[in-house]
């Protein structure tokens, strides 16, 4: 069966500090691969999202930045975290069965930046 | 205009109520039809999905899709308060890379 991890599941940071989250999945291989971003009591935000190995699409410019060094591994990232950075951060991976496509969000990160 | 629109509610029904959320949307090249539940703090799971127009039941839950309307719907019969929870929509066109999601109706459903 296909399995995403996220880590770490809560994170509290400085304004300034530098951010890495980290996404992988089990159990497929190729699959595409997204970060979006949760506000308090608002819809998703797709930040990121990858297609292949070192291919990474940004749909919001902004202060993060991905990369997908491995076919199963999906990172985010920030030199230098704002205070609109804080959010819940959800990444997910998409395949294609048994005739459609199907979505699926990991457990997602709570990042607060004080 | 958003490409997906839904209510955000929030909606509170008693337990055994039925449950109707909708979404509506523009782009008619939409073809996949998602569902998604996503409890407090938690990431979304997957409910139900629909390929182009018509119903699909899975237990409680029916999901239906009206394209000539791009009008969708999901239905909780017998609702539990362990369905409250915020409801998201989520579609796609066949090439698409990517989903337009709603923005969520939160449901409380009272014991």
């Known amino acids: 069966s296909q399995t995403i991890h996220q880590w770490p599941a809560t994170l509290v940071q400085p304004v300034g500090s530098p951010l890495s989250l980290e996404c992988t999945v089990e159990?497929?291989?190729?699959?595409?691969l997204y970060w979006y971003r949760q506000a308090a009591g608002r819809g998703l935000q797709l930040l990121f999202y990858?297609?292949?190995?070192?291919?990474i699409s940004s749909e919001v410019p902004q202060n993060l930045s991905a990369s997908r060094p491995q076919d199963r591994q999906f990172i985010l990232s920030s030199k230098k975290l704002l205070l609109s950075d804080s959010g819940f951060y959800l990444c997910?991976?998409?395949?294609?069965?048994?005739?459609?496509?199907?979505?699926?969000f990991g457990p997602g990160t709570r990042l607060t930046v004080t | 205009q958003k490409e997906v629109e839904q209510d955000p509610g929030p909606l509170s029904v008693p337990e055994g109520a039925i449950v109707s959320l909708n979404c509506t949307y523009s782009?008619?090249?939409?073809?996949?039809f998602m569902w998604y539940r996503q409890y407090s703090r938690k990431g979304p799971e997957l409910l139900m999905y629909?390929?182009?127009?018509g119903n699909k039941e899975d237990g409680r839950f029916t999901a239906q899709v009206d394209k000539s309307s791009k009008y969708i719907s999901l239905f909780i019969r017998d609702s539990q308060p362990s369905d409250s929870a915020t409801y998201l929509c989520?579609?796609?066109?066949?090439?698409?890379?990517?989903?337009?999601f709603g923005a969520g109706t939160t449901v409380t459903v009272r014991a």
């Open positions: 990858s297609v292949g190995i070192g291919q």
């Open positions: 997910a991976w998409r395949f294609f069965w048994r005739g459609v496509y199907e979505q699926y």
């Open positions: 159990g497929t291989s190729n699959p595409n």
């Open positions: 782009n008619s090249a939409f073809q996949y």
């Open positions: 629909t390929y182009s127009s």
């Open positions: 989520a579609m796609s066109g066949v090439n698409d890379y990517k989903l337009s």
